[in-house]
Nanobody
């Protein structure tokens, strides 16, 4: 099982980035996918999530209207489009895959990609 994030980097305030998370080794379409972020010394927080099939999305309040999560079940990839970036969006961003089968939870994490918003 692998989740590989990419697309992070340094961007100026107001700029945009598109994160990608490529999945392999499991049935991607059956998993809910989400993006989390973590600042050193703080807890990891949920940024956005999307259900298997893509029918429902949810967002942390501070990113609503600026970030968009989407998935491509043919390419086994989940995306996070981030617009109007702010310095407080600076963090390590991780993708997570989750599925519950017969009350057993299966969870996989990627290694993270750094996003830095600074002038």
């Amino acid at each position: 099982v692998q989740l590989v994030e990419s697309g992070g980097g340094l961007v100026q305030p107001g700029g945009s980035l598109r994160l990608s998370c490529a999945a392999s080794g499991f049935t991607f379409s059956s998993y809910g996918m989400s993006w989390y972020r973590q600042v050193s010394g703080k807890e990891r927080e949920l940024v956005a999530g999307i259900t298997s099939g893509g029918g429902t999305t949810n967002y942390e309040d501070s990113v609503k209207g600026r970030f968009t999560i989407s998935r491509d079940d043919v390419r086994n990839t989940v995306y996070l489009q981030m617009n109007s970036l702010k310095p407080e969006d600076t963090a390590m961003y991780y993708c997570k895959a989750t599925r519950v089968v017969l009350l057993k939870r299966y969870t996989y994490w990627g290694q993270g990609t750094q996003v830095t918003v600074s002038s």
